[in-house]
């Protein structure tokens, strides 16, 4: 199974839902805003690339793109770093090499050494930190992890208010090269956040019932099975299948809108100032839109739910893009930023939640990367595909209709396979009660069960005084599972009868 080598949860334990969790958080808060935002803010420094290397706008702009492929491209390679290593050690080395790639690069001579330090290296810095970021999230949170998913990934939007205005303020006062020089110290503080990164371990009364336990003991000397550093299981998994095609499809259209509305606005006759304020908007709104999405989606009779609404939130950001499309004049697209921060948000919010619920802890680690491979190919393809479009037509009305279709298509997909293909079979009662015993255990409701059901071979009065006693310890653990089971505690009493 996928899991990590050196902070794996270790089974059986809780995940805290608080505690140290919070600061796990506000770690995976900094790194996502980092990871989403950073791309967009090295733009700010484009106009000064450009005059420095004498090279054209599409030049400068593959540095985003090859920092968007290094975060979603490089999925597996960080899988396998975590399976092997942990997420803290690679958090660390991350956090590393995204500084020393900025750092590199404001010493660049020509533009291809740019594309070398901030695309690639920081791009992979970035990269071997967001992916963890999330893989502890989800070991730390549980019942508040759709809360939790909502306020970390309300990182990109802040980030992106912050990280744009202070890149336009250093460049006036330190150049390009200074510029990069003081974003690649700030980007050490995701060293800092991979401090947080705390392995769980399981709570010293469960330790302690371990050692006291001969059969632990003896499960503690054998060898552990290899673990696999890349678990291509998942594939197996339907729900998995189908979430990675819809996210695929999406991704296509996804992230076109931001990419052209201000150039739309331009377009329609509007000032660069007046234009640019648009993804301020877009942004200010999706800042609030995630972390209340992810409120909602925590909501008990949402949360079994939550397949649904992400389709939702999908189908909200494609009709969005129809829509707007059709915008005329600067009211009609700040209308549409308005309406496509809140969907985006909650598409945003909701994404890895899913993923979470579909795949589970164990294999989740393998399984983002995976997701993130296949929609690295897809993030390629969209927006120069939707600019092609853009060069034929010469209209934004088509771009924004191929966009939205895109979107809405993976809705349907997700949704119709999740309904139609994803059959939850109902267990058994002699399942869920074997269940319920072995969390009783755990918990130590019943700890002297074992002990008295093996003094059974000694003598015939032991032998019934123990059987009473273990007919006693099940009742006891039936009274704490009759919502799972109502009809054991009869069958108890009838065979205690006989």
Same mark, same amino acid.
């Given at each position: 199974m996928g899991g990590a080598v050196v902070d794996d949860a270790p089974p059986g334990v809780k995940a805290p839902d608080g505690g140290w969790g919070w600061a796990v958080l506000v770690g995976g808060f900094v790194i996502t805003g980092f990871s989403y935002a950073f791309p967009k803010a090295v733009s700010v420094f484009f106009k000064e690339l450009i005059r420095e290397f004498d090279v054209g706008y599409s030049d400068t702009a593959w540095i985003s793109s090859i920092l968007l492929a290094m975060l979603y491209g490089t999925g597996p390679l960080c899988s396998v770093m975590v399976n092997r290593f942990g =997420?803290?050690?690679?958090?660390?080395?991350?956090?590393?090499?995204?500084?020393?790639?900025?750092?590199? *690069?404001?010493?660049?001579?020509?533009? $291809?050494?740019? /594309?070398?330090?901030?695309?690639?290296?920081?791009?992979?810095?970035?990269?071997? %930190?967001?992916? @963890? #970021?999330? $893989?502890?999230? %989800?070991?730390?949170?549980?019942?508040?992890?759709?809360? +939790?998913?909502?306020?970390?990934?309300?990182?990109?939007?802040?980030?992106? =208010?912050?990280?744009?205005?202070?890149?336009?303020?250093?460049?006036?006062?330190?150049?390009?090269?200074?510029?990069?020089?003081?974003?690649?110290?700030?980007?050490? %503080?995701?060293?800092? =956040?991979? *401090?947080?990164?705390?392995?769980?371990? @399981?709570?010293?009364?469960?330790?302690?019932?371990?050692?006291?336990? @001969?059969? *632990?003991?003896?499960?503690?000397?054998?060898?552990?099975?290899?673990?696999?550093?890349?678990?291509? #299981?998942?594939?197996?998994?339907?729900?998995?299948?189908? /979430? &990675?095609? +819809?996210? #695929? $499809?999406?991704?296509?259209?996804?992230?076109?809108?931001? !990419?052209?509305?201000?150039? /739309?606005?331009?377009?329609?006759? %509007?000032?660069?100032?007046? #234009?640019?304020?648009?993804? &301020?908007?877009?942004?200010?709104?999706?800042?609030?839109?995630?972390? +209340?999405?992810?409120?909602?989606?925590?909501?008990?009779? !949402?949360? @079994?739910?939550? !397949? /649904?609404?992400?389709?939702?939130? $999908?189908?909200?950001?494609?009709?969005?893009?129809?829509?707007?499309?059709q915008a005329t004049d600067y009211t009609g697209l700040v209308i549409f930023c308005i309406f496509f921060g809140m969907s985006y948000g909650m598409v945003g919010a909701l994404q890895f939640e899913v993923l979470m619920t579909i795949v589970g802890t164990e294999k989740f680690s393998s399984a983002i990367g995976l997701v993130l491979l296949m929609e690295a190919i897809a993030v390629l393809v969209g927006p120069p595909g939707a600019g092609r479009l853009l060069d034929y037509t010469h209209q934004y009305m088509h771009v924004f209709l191929l966009a939205g279709s895109e979107v809405v298509l993976s809705a349907f997909v997700i949704a119709l396979g999740n309904f139609f293909f994803i059959k939850k079979k109902p267990n058994e009662p002699e399942a869920k009660l074997e269940m319920a015993v072995t969390a009783a255990e755990r918990d130590g409701l019943n700890p002297g069960l074992e002990k008295e059901e093996g003094e059974e071979d000694e003598e015939g009065e032991e032998e019934l005084k123990g059987k009473e006693n273990g007919t006693a310890g099940n009742h006891k653990v039936e009274e704490d599972v009759v919502e799972v089971k109502e009809n054991g505690s009869i069958e108890e009493e009838e065979s205690t009868s006989i």
């Open positions: =997420c803290r050690p690679v958090m660390m080395v991350g956090g590393l090499f995204a500084s020393l790639g900025m750092i590199l *690069a404001s010493f660049a001579t020509s533009i $291809i050494h740019i /594309y070398l330090c901030t695309g690639v290296i920081t791009g992979l810095g970035l990269a071997l %930190n967001f992916q @963890p #970021s999330l $893989i502890m999230l %989800n070991r730390y949170f549980n019942e508040k992890r759709p809360l +939790a998913n909502g306020l970390a990934a309300a990182g990109s939007p802040v980030a992106l =208010c912050c990280l744009s205005p202070l890149g336009q303020v250093l460049q006036y006062q330190y150049g390009w090269r200074g510029g990069f020089l003081i974003l690649g110290g700030l980007l050490l %503080n995701c060293c800092a =956040c991979a *401090a947080l990164m705390r392995p769980l371990l @399981p709570p010293k009364k469960s330790q302690d019932l371990e050692l006291s336990d @001969p059969a *632990a003991v003896e499960m503690e000397k054998k060898p552990l099975p290899k673990k696999k550093l890349l678990d291509f #299981s998942v594939f197996k998994d339907r729900g998995f299948v189908i /979430y &990675t095609l +819809a996210a #695929s $499809i999406m991704v296509l259209g996804l992230f076109v809108p931001p !990419v052209f509305v201000v150039n /739309y606005a331009k377009g329609l006759g %509007n000032e660069d100032t007046k #234009s640019a304020l648009l993804l &301020t908007i877009l942004g200010f709104i999706d800042m609030f839109a995630r972390p +209340a999405c992810g409120l909602l989606a925590g909501l008990k009779w !949402v949360r @079994p739910r939550v !397949v /649904y609404l992400f389709s939702f939130a $999908i189908i909200f950001n494609g009709c969005t893009d129809l829509v707007g499309s």
